[in-house]
């Protein structure tokens, strides 16, 4: 699913009018009877009292729509505007008057801190205030009020967006941005959703679709793609019936030392795990037990050195690298590494300290195989990109970054973007229990696993952080957050794949 700026939503709608032959009226009206359905679904005529904030704009507008439905469904409404500026757009009018025609009660106009009603924890909250249309930010009675009903435990459903919030604009710290339980977004979801000083805002959220121009969305360039359940089954590649393991590839896993045999063991498992046909590890040589045991499918291949990784020498030919995890930062395993890398034509997967290897030293990046796939976590990538003041400017960092070396890069989080050039990937699955050691070692593992598979470099990257993702989410039904951990994701990663296709209509053959 495309995700698009506020201008591009903006354009979307003009032309749906257009198009459609429709009023703007009869799009808010869509809107707010889309919204009205779900609500209704929950509450089921539930006398809750419903105190539902309306700004001037068209966002208020749809909420002065939902009031006037809500009442028809008879709800105890309460409809308030806030009435910051005589600036109202015609919609939100036409909608102002239309209440009349279902209460006697007008809405309350607020004007000033004095105004604001009490909110109780018992209360639905609705905010229609600002949603695409924010252009700076909110000061004054409201922010106020914005903090007010962020200090209340009333149960909040934002109307497109949180209020407050842009939808692919930076914020200083201090904005006033209503946090909400759930919101409803229409049409895409926004960029400022899924990034980590923003994305807390929105609680859950459900992307109603409007019916907007199909042929606008088709043709826009988006700002990111959002990868849910649906792009990951069009990635996933069937097996053929006759294939063998020379077919699936071979992944070689470079990394280990003293006291983090576990990480590269990870790395290895996941990659058997999600299928590829041979799974080495290029380990320190008192690693060999160790990863023997941990991984009966994987063949060791040890370094001279005992404690760390010292020198880079095999006999293996047509594998794909995945290298760092575990594998500490002395200067032998740098120089190991970088024999690796001189030695390697095909895309490699570089994780941990191999990133912090590299960052130390540039001359590296430039001999690294174009498309090769890099997956730092936050720290990893400051050492990389240098710092940034904002979200918007670490993607962009990583968009030139990634553009001029022609590196992929996982930028792991709470919502995974996958980088390439200017693109990017926004990973939908995966839960705060993944948040634990070793998943980040699973991760490479899964994705080398896919490369070694012969998928696209960049699908690899993409299908294997949803898979990671998926199998953590499948996992934490039986575990619960708190009990994942790395292994259990990792076993997870063929439930998850057969869970992928769990619709009778699209099972594949072998599943
Ligand atoms: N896209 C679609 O397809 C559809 C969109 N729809 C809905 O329309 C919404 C967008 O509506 P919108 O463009 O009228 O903007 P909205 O968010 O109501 O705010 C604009 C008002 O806020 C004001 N204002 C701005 N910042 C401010 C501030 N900091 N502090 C104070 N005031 C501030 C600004 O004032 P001005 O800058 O002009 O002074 C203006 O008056 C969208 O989110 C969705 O809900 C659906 O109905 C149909 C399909
Ligand atoms: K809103």
């Not at 590890?281 to 005992?306: D, F, R, W």
Request: net charge negative; with cysteine; charged share 20%.
């Amino acid at each position: 699913m495309k995700i698009l700026s506020a201008q591009q939503l903006a354009e979307a709608d003009k032309s749906t009018i257009e198009k459609q032959q429709i009023t703007s009226i009869d799009l808010m009206e869509r809107v707010a009877t889309l919204v009205v359905e779900r609500l209704h679904a929950r509450l089921n005529g539930a006398p809750v009292p419903i105190k539902i904030f309306c700004g001037i704009g068209n966002n208020g507008g749809d909420g002065l729509a939902i009031a006037r439905l809500m009442i028809q469904h008879g709800y105890h409404v309460t409809t308030y505007v806030t009435n910051c500026s005589k600036k109202r757009s015609k919609d939100f009018l036409v909608n102002y008057d239309r209440i009349k025609d279902v209460t006697k009660d007008w809405p309350i106009l607020l004007s000033c801190k004095e105004d604001f009603p009490e909110i109780t924890p018992k209360d639905i909250v609705i905010d229609a205030v600002f949603g695409t249309g924010l252009n700076r930010p909110v000061t004054g009675w409201m922010a106020d009020l914005f903090n007010y009903i962020n200090s209340v435990s009333a149960f909040t459903v934002a109307i497109d967006m949180p209020s407050g919030l842009y939808a692919n604009e930076p914020h200083d710290k201090q904005d006033a941005i209503v946090k909400a339980d759930h919101t409803f977004t229409f049409q895409t979801p926004k960029l400022s959703f899924f990034l980590p000083e923003t994305g807390n805002q929105v609680g859950t959220f459900e992307v109603l679709n409007i019916g907007l121009d199909p042929e606008y969305l088709m043709q826009a360039q988006p700002l990111a793609q959002l990868i849910a359940r649906e792009a990951a089954q069009n990635m996933y590649r069937q097996r053929d019936k006759f294939v063998h393991k020379g077919n699936l590839g071979h992944v070689l896993c470079m990394g280990g030392s003293h006291g983090m045999m576990g990480s590269i063991s990870l790395t290895a498992g996941a990659a058997i795990n999600a299928g590829a046909g041979k799974v080495s590890a290029y380990i320190p040589s008192h690693g060999n037990t160790i990863v023997q045991t941990l991984c009966p499918e994987v063949m060791t291949l040890s370094s001279k050195g005992e404690q760390f990784i010292t020198d880079f020498e095999h006999v293996l030919k047509d594998y794909v690298l995945c290298v760092g995890p575990g594998m500490g930062q002395e200067e032998e395993s740098y120089s190991a590494f970088a024999k690796a890398v001189h030695q390697q034509s095909s895309p490699m997967i570089i994780d941990a300290d191999a990133i912090n290897l590299l960052a130390s030293n540039h001359d590296l990046l430039e001999k690294l195989p174009k498309n090769s796939i890099l997956t730092p976590h936050d720290g990893e990538l400051k050492r990389l990109i240098g710092d940034w003041k904002n979200d918007y400017e670490r993607l962009e960092k990583a968009k030139e970054f990634s553009a001029k070396h022609d590196l992929i890069l996982v930028l792991k989080g709470a919502y995974t973007i996958t980088v390439a050039e200017n693109h990017l990937y926004v990973n939908d699955s995966g839960n705060p229990g993944m948040a634990t050691a070793g998943s980040g070692d699973v991760l490479a593992g899964v994705i080398a696993s896919f490369v070694a598979q012969g998928y696209d470099p960049l699908i690899a990257t993409v299908f294997g952080v949803h898979m990671h993702g998926a199998s953590g989410d499948l996992a934490a039904q039986t575990y619960a957050h708190e009990g994942l951990k790395a292994s259990i994701i990792s076993n997870f990663i063929g439930p998850a794949i057969l869970n992928l296709f769990r619709n009778p209509e699209n099972k594949p053959q072998n599943a």
